[in-house]
C-alpha cells in the first residue's frame, strides 16, 4: 500500500495504516520485542514512540506476544551493572546499586526503572 505519512495523508489514514500492518502480524502470530518502550518523544515530534506501538499491539494480541526489555525492565539495568562490575578494579567489584545513578530523559522509563533496582 505504500508509504504513509501523518503529515501527508492525516492522522486517521496514518492510524488506519499501522491498526491494518499490526493485523497482519497479529493473524501471523509475530511477536514484537519492545526495546525502547517510552511512550512520550521529548521532543516536538508526535510520531508514536515505540512504547505506544507496543500497547496498541498488546491491546491487540494479549500480552503473550510483547516483551519489552528496555528501560524500566531490569534486563538493560542488569547488563549495565554487571559490564561496570567487569571493568572495576577488585577493591570495586562488590558494586552496588545505591553507589549509581540513574540519569534520564523520561521519568516513565529511565528514572522509574533506576528506581525499581534501587539507584539513586
Known amino acids: 500500500s505504500g508509504v504513509i505519512s501523518k503529515s501527508i495523508h492525516g492522522i486517521d ?15 501471523q502470530q509475530i511477536p514484537m520485542l519492545v526495546t525502547n518502550p517510552d511512550k512520550v518523544r521529548p521532543d516536538a515530534d508526535r510520531t508514536p ?3 505506544t506501538l507496543g500497547d496498541l499491539y498488546e491491546s491487540m494480541a494479549g500480552p503473550t506476544l510483547v516483551e519489552r526489555i528496555g528501560k524500566p525492565y531490569h534486563h538493560v539495568y542488569d547488563l549495565a551493572l554487571q ?5 572495576s ?3 570495586s567489584s562488590s558494586l ?25
Open 13 to 27: 489514514a496514518y492510524q488506519e495504516e499501522l491498526e491494518r500492518v499490526l493485523t497482519i502480524a497479529l493473524d
Open 49 to 51: 514512540m515505540p512504547g
Open 83 to 87: 559490564q561496570h562490575q567487569d571493568s
Open 89 to 91: 578494579t577488585p577493591s
Open 96 to 120: 552496588n546499586h545505591p553507589s549509581c545513578l540513574m540519569i534520564g530523559d523520561a521519568l516513565e522509563t529511565d528514572v522509574m526503572g533506576g528506581t525499581w533496582i534501587g539507584c539513586d
